[in-house]
């Protein structure tokens, strides 16, 4: 419909109505469009709080007196109308209906953005009024990150990963996703750093993510102790269920390297939640192809699949192609003990770095 057409709800109402509607709408929102989108997203981060402004109200629309029931006395109202003349469908007075997150006393709310004063400020003081609490509205098909998910940098040069953990940064405690370097850096293309979520087997998707800080990796033939980088979300971050009982699966319970024959367990995009075991520490492992370049490596630890006859096949791997990115967790205590940084895809044997190096070079929290 065109802004010069009119909806047969709108012939229910005044002209004056319909203009204090326009008037508060650019009132509260089509002035500053920037302002518009900061109170937004304010609202979506869940920083709402008192005396209440822009980020507090939803819009003006066209409505009825006391409709909906959002009360007791209102439901009551309500009642009472339904049982003395049921057949009476608009037996409220049409009014301007102001739609916020959170209904508050005015003495919460910002004088700027009491409903009085702006009908006041576009020249409508006396039109009937309502407002009514509608909370925090979200697209139904809003995108969201989740620890698990599949993820890359959008240059075609990466590869595909895992959204590895929530962490934060030792500094600001800002909350930030944490993966491998090989997942979220084009090394071809270091400019790029848009953060993609993406499906098994696709290169497209929408940007979740922009890259803050990763660990370089060196193809001379030096020695890399870590791969790994993390980015700042930009979509909302989605708590997900601990497959183990009683631990905060988005949360982090600390770092620390790994113990030998510890079970772990990680959540991969791949092959999703597998357990494993600690099996052999190596002090250099030379040649983990990346992006086409042989890159070394010092100070990681291998994880085998816990089974009890041997090869395993490809349902009990500790880890696939894919899986790069998943943070390894103590199974006894929580603890992050390693991010997976190569896989064997023959023989389940998972190649993971220290999760402690990377907090000091990346200057993270676990």
Known sequence: MSDSEVSPWQTLFSEELREAVRGLNQYYFFEKHAALVDARRALESGKLESPYGRENVWAAGLGFKGYP????SRTQDLLNL????????YAFRPCVKLLVAKKAPEKYIQPDFLLSKALKAIGKPHVESDVIEVG???SASMVD??????????????GAGTAGQIV???????DVILSCAHVMVDFSNMNEERIIKVSRGSRYGPEVAKRVDFTGIDFTGRFNVVDAAIAEPKVRLRPSQPPVPNLPFHMSSGCRDPSPFEEVWKQGAASNYTKGGVSMYVPQLPGILIQGNAANFSHVWFVNPKIMTWPPTPSQMFAQVGDSGSVVRSTRTGETVGLLIAVSSTHGYSTICSPRAIASELKVVF
């Open 69 to 72: 029931a959002d009360t007791l």
């Open 82 to 89: 339904t049982l003395t003349s049921p057949l009476h469908t």
């Open 136 to 138: 925090n509205l979200t």
């Open 145 to 158: 990150l989740g620890v698990g998910d599949w993820i890359c940098n959008a240059s075609q040069g990466a």
């Open 168 to 174: 934060k940064l030792a500094r600001t405690a800002t």
